[in-house]
């Protein structure tokens, strides 16, 4: 077995989970963004959207 220490010319499985983790999350926030029932409420009640603590449903 040979190791080689160099920078990674494709994306690794570590990388490549955390960039869909991020996608998945944008996608969640949008959606809850741009949901009518959503803005209704939070305008209502003079309300914020947290994004933080919106976590998609895998």
Same mark, same amino acid.
């Given at each position: 077995?040979? !190791?080689?220490?160099?920078?990674?010319?494709?994306?690794? /499985? =570590?990388? $490549?989970?955390?960039? %869909? &983790?991020?996608? &998945? +999350?944008?996608?969640?926030?949008? +959606? =809850? &963004? =741009?949901? /009518? @029932?959503? &803005? $209704? !409420?939070?305008? =209502?009640? @003079?309300? #914020? %959207? %947290?994004? @933080?603590? !919106?976590? /998609? #449903?895998?």
């Amino acid at each position: 077995m040979q !190791i080689e220490v160099g920078a990674v010319a494709t994306e690794t /499985p =570590l990388a $490549r989970t955390e960039r %869909l &983790r991020r996608e &998945r +999350q944008s996608q969640a926030v949008e +959606q =809850l &963004r =741009l949901d /009518p @029932n959503v &803005r $209704r !409420i939070t305008e =209502l009640f @003079n309300g #914020i %959207l %947290l994004e @933080n603590t !919106i976590k /998609p #449903i895998d």
